[in-house]
């Protein structure tokens, strides 16, 4: 848990540094892409393969093209039909998408039903943070975020499941994770990229830089590898920890308006969501 907790305060940081200083000048699928590529060259020194089956090589780029590579598709598309509180409102179903992944496809034992009501709670929490008015076209960006959603909880799931030794051992091959969302974003970038926004100045290429190595290579590295060792209920509730994180993040850096009185709400909620299935677990060793 404390991992997991260190990098959901890192990729705070790394929301308002977009929205900030990249948002408006770089084209995102273009963005996505140079994060990808700077996360695979900071693990190219660590790969080591040669113990991997080629159908574990396969599931492991699979699952980073789908968590990072087709989420971001997705979610940059929707920002063309809704706005961004409306994304952020969207992506609460990830908790519960999380569990229900889990229950019915990787997992032969249904899980605890305190863990189904941890990820509602943590839903809640987050929507009291940040529910807003909803705008008339909102249907196709909901379908479109709910995809992203669908694709960010599978990868978290099906990587938490597959079998990859210690943590060591996990460094050797994670650079396939990125090779696989590389190879995605940088097609959709050819696909959907808009050459003329491209990263021009040096504020923009070292926000790029420590997206890159930092929050992505990094981040999601130290993500994976701990979700191992934490249950799905607890997994699921921290993804919407993001969501306080973030919207204080803002407020300390760029004075943006913060609802402190649903902010200290929502984040109650939310710790109590993830609280919980550790408490379960502790009462049923």
């Known amino acids: 848990m404390p991992t997991l907790i260190i990098i959901t305060l890192l990729w ?4 308002s540094l977009i929205g900030e200083f990249l948002a408006r000048d770089v084209d995102a699928y273009i963005a996505v892409f140079i994060r990808m590529i700077l996360a695979l ?3 190219l020194p660590f790969l080591k393969i040669g113990h991997l ?5 396969l599931q492991l780029m699979a699952i980073g093209g789908i968590q990072i590579g087709v989420m971001y598709l997705l979610l940059y598309h929707a920002f063309l039909y809704i706005s961004v509180a409306e994304v952020l409102l969207f992506t609460i179903f990830t908790p519960l998408y999380i569990t229900l992944l889990d229950e019915q496809i990787l997992n032969r034992k249904p899980l605890p039903k305190i863990w189904w009501l941890a990820a509602v709670i943590s839903v809640v929490g987050a929507a009291v943070i940040r529910y807003q ?5 909102f249907l196709t960006g909901f379908l479109l975020i709910q995809g ?6 599978l990868g978290q799931v099906a990587y938490k499941r597959l079998p990859l030794g210690s ?9 396939l994770f990125f090779l696989g969302a590389t190879l995605v974003s940088g097609l959709g970038m050819l696909l959907f990229g808009n050459f003329e926004r491209l990263p021009t100045t040096w504020v923009h290429w070292t926000v790029l830089l420590w997206l890159g190595l930092g929050a992505s290579g990094c981040g999601y590295l130290a993500w994976s590898i701990a979700s191992k ?8 509730t921290m993804n919407n920890a993001l969501i306080p994180a973030g919207l204080l993040v803002n407020f300390l850096l760029w004075g943006q308006d913060v609802n402190w009185a649903t902010l200290t709400l929502g984040a109650i909620i939310i710790g109590f969501a993830v609280w919980l299935p550790s408490y379960y677990r502790t009462r049923h060793k």
């Not at 705070?12 to 929301?15: L, T």
């Not at 008015?133 to 076209?137: K, N, R, T, W, Y």
């Not at 060792?229 to 699921?236: D, M, P, R, T, Y």
């Open 41 to 43: 060259i900071l693990l």
């Open 229 to 236: 060792k934490v249950n799905v209920g607890q997994l699921a």
């Open 167 to 175: 943590d060591r051992e996990q460094l050797q091959v994670y650079g």
């Open 148 to 153: 992203a959603n669908i694709c960010f909880a």
């Open 12 to 15: 705070a940081f790394s929301f």
């Open 133 to 137: 008015g909803l705008s008339p076209d």
């Open 53 to 57: 089956s080629r159908s574990r090589r």
